[in-house]
Nanobody
């Protein structure tokens, strides 16, 4: 059974930082591109950042470039999202995603809430 478990969400003031983690089990982690998505109330789910299987290539939404950093540890089956200079517009539920490119294998975590507010 595949599980993606996110952690690290919470309430933070504008300008603050949070580090999200996603731990995967039940899959061959190194074969999956990993991504973070987010969904704000009333909005569609959007891609925040992604990282390829070996970690050599990353991609970011324009809104988070230079503020967020995605990384992975294939030995620990984890993917992280370091979020700095947080803004109220970053408030959303953040989801971890695992995708085996070229297959139908696509998994989601349950999400973790991030709230940026003073």
């Amino acid at each position: 059974q595949v599980q993606l478990v996110e952690s690290g969400g919470g309430l933070v003031q504008p300008g603050g930082s949070l580090r999200l983690s996603c731990t995967a089990s039940g899959l061959i982690f190194m074969m999956y591109d990993m991504s973070w998505y987010r969904q704000a109330p009333g909005e569609e789910r959007e891609l925040v950042a992604s990282i390829t299987t070996g970690g050599r290539s990353t991609n970011y939404a324009d809104s988070v470039k230079d503020r967020f950093t995605i990384s992975r540890d294939n030995a620990k089956n984890t993917v992280n999202l370091q979020m700095n200079s947080l803004e109220p517009e970053d408030t959303a539920v953040y989801y971890c995603n695992a995708l085996w490119v070229g297959s139908k294998l696509n998994y989601w975590g349950q999400g973790t809430q991030v709230t940026v507010s003073s």
